[in-house]
């Protein structure tokens, strides 16, 4: 059962535009909330991260919007260029240090 | 090595063949986890291990799965007896710090991909 759910599956945006992910979860446990980038053939790599006294972070053109109280949170990337083009995991921490990751999110971004 | 390194790259094995996966870790990285990734899916985790000890094997999906780590830092996560649903990419991640005690970056390799035929 995936304690974090993600969306949506893929979406395709046109270079310049804005690319959103939502992902949402139910363990109040989770202490750290990573989101990871991966390339076909590789590993993820991380992105960017938040605690969950944090309500946004913001790193370059990737931020993250955290709302505590609802159990969700997002991902932002402004100017979306072609080199964005990836699948995109976000994740939660549990309490013994492991990761729970959403399902990704392929996203292409057109010229 | 600079990164985490995991070998073979990818595997084809026959059903109910044994096969062992290979993980180096960054060196002095103290916390190694073994996650699974499915066709489209995302990472789920199998094992954990704090330098020689296995802390968490809570996601191993059957007792045909065994990890080790003897010396804390090379691991082998083992699959005996192979099924076709165990085809999946399996990587390997290291984080320099104690994973329980606080979030430290963890660093994926770049997986074997596994395919059982």
């Known amino acids: 059962q995936q304690q974090v759910k993600q969306s949506p599956q893929s979406l395709i945006v046109q270079k310049g535009g804005i690319s959103i992910i939502n992902c949402a979860y139910e363990?109040?446990?989770?202490?750290?909330f990573p989101w990871y980038q991966q390339f076909p053939g590789k590993g993820p790599a991380l992105l960017i991260a938040i605690r969950p006294d944090v309500s946004e972070k913001k790193e370059g053109r990737f931020t993250i919007s955290f709302n505590k109280s609802a159990k969700q949170f997002s991902l932002h990337i402004m100017d979306s260029q072609p080199g964005d083009s990836a699948t995109y995991f976000c994740?939660?921490?549990?309490?013994?240090?492991?990761?729970?990751f959403g399902a990704g999110t392929q996203v292409v971004v057109t010229p | 090595g600079a990164g985490v390194s995991q070998s073979p790259r990818y595997k084809v094995a026959k059903r109910g063949q044994d096969v062992a996966l290979r993980c180096d870790p960054i060196s002095g990285h103290v916390s190694l986890f073994w996650y699974q990734q499915a066709l489209g899916q995302g990472p789920e985790f199998l094992t954990y291990?704090?330098?020689?000890?296995?802390?968490?094997k809570s996601g191993l999906p059957s007792d045909r799965f065994f990890a080790e780590r003897p010396e804390g830092s090379v691991s082998t996560l083992k699959i005996q007896r192979t099924q076709q649903e165990d085809s999946a990419v399996y990587l390997c991640a290291s984080s320099r710090g104690d994973a329980r005690l606080g979030y430290t970056e963890a660093f994926f390799g770049q997986g074997t991909r596994l395919t059982v035929v």
């Open positions: 291990f704090q330098n020689e000890a296995q802390l968490d």
């Open positions: 363990n109040t446990a989770f202490d750290y």
């Open positions: 994740a939660a921490r549990d309490s013994w240090g492991k990761l729970q």
